[in-house]
C-alpha cells in the first residue's frame, strides 16, 4: 500500500511556490512612502533654512543701510557721523563692526545675530551724491 497525499499537496514532481517576505514586494509600500516621506521633511527643513539665511541677511543690510544715512545727515551737518551710526545700528539689533567717515561718506559693516544660524554681515555707504566733475574724474 503507497501512503496517502493530503489533498493540499503538490503533485508529485511539481515546483513549489515560496511563500514569504523573501521573494515578494508585499509590504513594500510602507517603507517607500517612509522614504519619501523622509526626503520632503529633508526638502522643506532645508527651504525653510535658508529663508532664515536670508531674512537676516536683509535685517541686517536694512540696519546697515539705515544706519550709513543717518550717519552721512549726522556728518552733513558736522556731527560725528560714526557714532550717530553706531547709535542707529544698536538700536536695529545690530553690532558695529567697522566705521569709517570721510568728509560726509560713511561705511559701516555690522553683524546682526540670526539665532541658530549664526549671524548676518552687512556692509552700507552713504553720502551726498557725486557732482558731475567727481562722477567724469
Partial sequence: MTPR???SAAPV???RRVIG?????EGSAPAAMLTWCSIASLLLALVVML???HIAHARA???ADLAALSGADAAAVGA???STAAMIAHANG???LSCSSDGQDVV???RLPAGRIGSARAIARAGPAPTGAERSG
Fill in 51 to 53: 529663508g532664515q539665511v
Fill in 5 to 7: 497525499r493530503p489533498a
Fill in 13 to 15: 514532481g511539481a515546483r
Fill in 61 to 63: 543690510q536694512g540696519a
Fill in 108 to 110: 559701516i559693516e555690522v
Fill in 21 to 25: 517576505r523573501c521573494g515578494s514586494e
Fill in 80 to 82: 560725528d557721523g560714526c
Fill in 94 to 96: 545690530a553690532d558695529v
